[in-house]
């Protein structure tokens, strides 16, 4: 079954943006975002948002990338402005809750290409 679905991703030049989609499994107090990773580089936390709509960013994007989720249709939406080589990644969408049901779901993960 199937509990984490991306979408979006691709090609943008620098100075561009992007719009990545994740839809996935929603109870209460789940937690939804974005991780990336570079070739050889570890992954690392692009922006979270919480089922409250609380989000956290990471150092490198913040003020650039903007996260928000629709509950009703189940689906977290990342805005990628301003977009830079650096963010050039392959970018990972979680699905997580700590409290009972307890589940973490990683989806399969977008290219992100930012190139001139």
């Known amino acids: 079954q199937v509990q984490v679905t991306e979408s979006g991703g691709g090609l943008a030049q620098p100075g561009g943006s992007l719009r990545l989609s994740c839809e996935g499994r929603?109870?209460?107090?789940?937690?939804m975002g974005w991780y990336r990773q570079a070739p050889g580089k570890e992954r690392e936390l692009v922006a979270i948002?919480?089922?409250?709509?609380?989000?956290t960013y990471g150092g490198s994007v913040e003020g650039r990338f903007t996260i928000s989720r629709d509950n009703a249709k189940n689906t977290v939406y990342l805005q990628m402005d301003n977009l830079k080589e650096e963010d050039t990644a392959v970018y990972y969408c979680r699905n997580r809750r700590r409290v009972t049901p307890v589940f973490d779901y990683w989806g399969q993960g977008t290219q992100v290409t930012v190139s001139s």
């Open positions: 948002i919480t089922s409250g709509g609380t989000p």
């Open positions: 929603m109870f209460g107090a789940n937690t």
